[in-house]
């Protein structure tokens, strides 16, 4: 299994601010995922972020508001920029692990006010 | 284009009263089928892979079964415990990523 930490759990955001979200893995993985789940909606793929280059972006995802930072196999973050209130969201963190099985953090609740 | 589409996106139960949820997909290349459990505030919960038609697996009160198709995950004499959003999600050829359905939304009242 992998188990996986993501900070902050939840946080109140202003308008044009940004947020940095951290997630940390229990073992050395090539590929970590960052997912957005919206209210009462299921899970987008936001990146897949790869250690050592460029993250690679879904369609309708931009580097420019969700720069992500891949420094070694284990840690990965997700910034989301200039955010507005359609940027309230569960923001989920998740690798492959043993068993061929994707896990997932508990996610950070963001509200931007 | 592929595609994932879960039914129904919300169901009712009264505790013990069996019932089935779907997850229909269209995908080119399926190599296997996830279904996760979500409570609210938490992340995706596992439960099980399915990687070929007619495979089946069981897990306390759920049964997963997979077809060409589609898969049920069956729920038999459920409990209170067991509400919470179901999500199913496909792992295709092409990419390392899952592709997830909209979710049901599952409450068992007592």
């Known amino acids: 299994s992998a188990v996986i930490s993501q900070k902050p759990s939840r946080d109140i955001c202003q308008r044009g601010t940004s947020l940095t979200i951290q997630c940390q893995v229990d073992?050395?993985?090539?590929?970590m995922f960052w997912y957005r789940q919206q209210p009462g909606q299921s899970l987008t793929l936001i990146a897949t972020?790869?250690?050592?280059?460029?993250?690679?972006?879904e369609s309708g995802f931009v580097i420019d508001k969700f720069p992500i930072s891949r420094p070694n196999l284990t840690f990965s973050t997700l910034t989301v920029s200039n955010m507005s209130p359609e940027d309230s969201s569960i923001y989920l963190c998740?690798?492959?692990?043993?068993?061929?099985?994707?896990?997932f953090g508990a996610g950070t609740r963001l509200s931007v006010l | 284009e592929d595609q994932v589409t879960q039914s129904p996106e919300a169901l009712r139960l009264q505790e013990g009263e069996s019932s089935s949820l779907n997850c229909s997909y269209t995908?080119?290349?399926?190599?296997?089928l996830f279904w996760y459990r979500q409570d609210p505030g938490k992340g995706p919960e596992f439960l099980f892979t399915?990687?070929?038609a007619g495979e089946e697996k069981e897990k306390e009160r759920l049964k997963a079964t997979l077809t060409k198709k589609e898969s049920f995950l069956h729920i038999t004499a459920p409990k209170p415990e067991d509400s919470a959003t179901y999500l199913c999600?496909?792992?295709?050829?092409?990419?390392?990523?899952?592709?997830f359905g909209g979710g049901t939304r599952l409450m068992v009242k007592p």
């Open positions: 995908v080119s290349g399926l190599r296997g």
């Open positions: 073992s050395q993985v090539t590929m």
């Open positions: 972020a790869n250690q050592g280059s460029e993250a690679t972006y």
């Open positions: 999600a496909v792992y295709i050829n092409a990419g390392n990523m899952l592709t």
């Open positions: 998740s690798v492959w692990g043993g068993g061929n099985i994707q896990y």
């Open positions: 399915l990687y070929s």
